[in-house]
């Protein structure tokens, strides 16, 4: 039997309490997120160290906003690009799976295929198609107004 005060999760036999046996999976969740931020606070804290440590003051601001513009307003069009993957990817390997009689099994495959294969890929093009696009176009509205004219001439 197990202790009066409840101290003891175990019985005289070294079974789990029901109690224990019913919040132990609640446990693992909670430790699993606590530990996802805490790896995700660690690095951002590193994130902003390393951009500290390798930019003076007035640089720093100028990647910061750099880091904004190119990557968190990059975020709808990636999350679209990803819905419209999703949805083709699902339709596609539906019909594929139908045929062995596995169609409950298109939510696993789509999920795993996006997070791990497509999903870094995607986001790498949309990125850099997206950040290359404004950079020339900047650079186009600079040529138009003679501002890289003058560059060339102070030389």
């Known amino acids: 039997m197990s202790q009066a005060?409840?101290?003891?999760?175990?019985?005289?036999?070294?079974?789990?309490?029901?109690?224990?046996?019913?919040?132990?999976?609640?446990?693992?969740?909670?430790?699993?997120?606590?530990?996802?931020?805490?790896?995700?606070?660690?690095?951002?804290i590193f994130l902003f160290l390393a951009l500290w440590k390798t930019f003076s003051a007035?640089?720093?601001?100028?990647?910061?906003?750099?880091i904004y513009y190119i990557g968190a307003r990059s975020t709808a069009i990636i999350m679209l690009i990803s819905l419209f993957t999703g949805m083709v990817l699902g339709l596609q390997s539906y019909h594929a799976l139908v045929t062995f009689g596995a169609q409950g099994a298109v939510g696993t495959l789509v999920s795993l295929s996006l997070i791990r294969e497509l999903g870094p890929v995607l986001t790498a093009i949309m990125i850099t198609a997206r950040a290359g696009s404004a950079i020339t176009a900047e650079i186009g509205i600079q040529r138009i107004s003679e501002q890289i004219d003058a560059l060339s001439t102070m030389r």
């Open 58 to 66: 007035r640089q720093l601001s100028k990647v910061i906003h750099q």
């Open 5 to 44: 005060n409840g101290c003891n999760a175990t019985d005289i036999n070294g079974q789990k309490s029901i109690g224990r046996k019913l919040t132990e999976p609640f446990a693992n969740i909670g430790r699993a997120v606590i530990n996802g931020i805490d790896t995700l606070g660690s690095a951002t």
